[in-house]
């Protein structure tokens, strides 16, 4: 048995919340500037390899205007859409914070922009993987039951000590998940349609493996932060997913409590 771990105190210009101001006006002509740069090259690429539910939520966000999207503005349509809104927060946020807001469909979203000599890979999310990988998904009526549940489904994981298991579920479908359509396959994971090499690489490259996604396959499958994917989950569709995870997780983590987690390498 362990102690509860002290949840530490959000910084001291952070509400109670976590959440910032996002200071929209503070951006500099140069941050504007990446985020165009990256918003670009990103349509260029995603264009027949993003989903649609991707490709109509960036549209229907408007998030290409001035540079980085004013949050503001952003949560007006967003609302409307699916009733969720952006938050702004300094960077990762803990764990039980990230999932109060999630389950009260608020996504919090880094307000800092990678420079210009970090275009292509950064280790923490800034703006751009947030906002722009994120939240067109949001857009979804689905997909945004998906995150809602996700957030609740947080929460209790965590008080049954299972959140190893939930977020390798988070991993493989929200930041990487393939899925099959009609037209062919296609990106909604954000940190795919936020990377112009992941873009490539996950479709068409031959070297990663890719799987239909199975739910204790995912949770036992241990995922690498560092480089590119080995592994992709495709997914039927946004329904199935969120079919298969309204169903009760604790009879799920009981049964995976007895099994070893599977290799990276199939
Ligand atoms: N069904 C999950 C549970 O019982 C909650 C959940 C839903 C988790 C959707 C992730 C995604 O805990
Ligand atoms: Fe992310």
């Known amino acids: 048995m362990s102690a509860p771990a002290l949840r530490g105190a959000p910084p001291p210009d952070a509400a109670p919340d976590w959440t910032v101001d996002q200071a929209w006006s503070h951006y500099t002509a140069q941050e504007h500037q990446v985020w165009l740069t990256l918003y670009e090259r990103q349509v260029q690429v995603l264009a027949g390899r993003a989903c649609d539910a991707f490709l109509h939520g960036l549209d229907?966000?408007?998030?290409?205007?001035?540079?980085?999207?004013?949050?503001?503005?952003?949560?007006?349509?967003?609302?409307?859409?699916?009733?969720w809104s952006?938050?702004?927060?300094?960077?990762?946020?803990?764990?039980?914070?990230?999932?109060?807001?999630?389950?009260?469909?608020?996504?919090?979203?880094?307000r800092f922009i990678r420079r210009p000599d970090q275009l292509d890979y950064l280790q923490?999310?800034?703006?751009?993987?947030?906002?722009?990988?994120?939240?067109?998904?949001?857009?979804?009526?689905?997909?945004?039951?998906?995150?809602?549940a996700y957030g609740r489904g947080g929460a209790r994981a965590s008080g049954l000590g299972q959140l190893h298991h939930l977020a390798r579920l988070y991993w493989y479908t929200v930041e990487f998940g393939l899925m099959d359509t009609s037209a062919g396959r296609?990106?909604?994971?954000?940190?795919?349609v936020s990377s112009r090499a992941e873009t490539l690489y996950s479709l068409e490259d031959p070297g990663p493996r890719r799987v239909p996604f199975d739910l204790d396959q995912v949770m036992r499958t241990p995922y690498r932060i560092d480089d590119l994917q080995q592994l992709y989950v495709v997914i039927p569709s946004l329904q199935t997913l969120l079919d298969v995870t309204l169903q009760d997780f604790a009879p799920?983590?009981?049964?995976?409590?007895g099994q070893p987690d599977l290799p990276l390498e199939g």
């Open 60 to 83: 229907a966000l408007d998030l290409h205007g001035d540079g980085v999207p004013d949050f503001a503005r952003v949560n007006e349509r967003l609302s409307r859409l699916t009733g």
């Open 86 to 110: 952006v938050v702004a927060v300094h960077g990762l946020v803990p764990d039980e914070v990230f999932f109060d807001h999630l389950a009260n469909r608020r996504f919090p979203a880094g």
């Open 124 to 148: 923490e999310p800034d703006v751009f993987h947030d906002v722009f990988g994120h939240v067109p998904m949001l857009t979804d009526p689905t997909f945004a039951d998906y995150m809602q």
């Open 186 to 192: 296609r990106i909604y994971g954000a940190g795919i």
């Open 252 to 257: 799920v983590y009981e049964r995976l409590a």
